[in-house]
């Protein structure tokens, strides 16, 4: 059984998406590929502001795993990283939002 907290989220998140009115299952297959679609276009947005040794550095710390190193990394190199993944993020629930418009 899933936790209302969570059928909550997932009912927001499609609501925004445009797809509530899709089954529950296929709804949560949506946004769970969509989750991974928009982590990837905010992890490359953020990276297109490194400059090429700087990526260098940013993969080896990604690859470690350190959560902390990473993003006291991103804090110093990218001013606003957080802004930047938050744009990237918008602009593919724009772009998935046109793409389901009929």
Do not use: C, Y
Request: net charge negative; hydrophobic share 50%.
């Amino acid at each position: 059984m899933i936790p209302p907290m969570q059928d909550e989220m997932t009912a927001l998140i499609a609501a925004d998406l445009g797809i509530k009115d899709l089954p529950v299952e296929e709804q949560r297959t949506l946004i769970a590929q969509f989750g991974e679609v928009a982590l990837k276009a905010a992890t490359l947005a953020v990276v297109g502001e490194l400059s090429e040794n700087k990526r260098d550095e940013f993969a080896k710390l990604a690859q470690a795993g350190d959560a902390t190193a990473l993003k006291t990394f991103l804090d110093r190199e990218v001013p606003g990283h957080e802004d930047v993944a938050k744009a990237a993020v918008a602009e593919e629930v724009k772009q998935f939002k046109a793409f389901q418009a009929p």
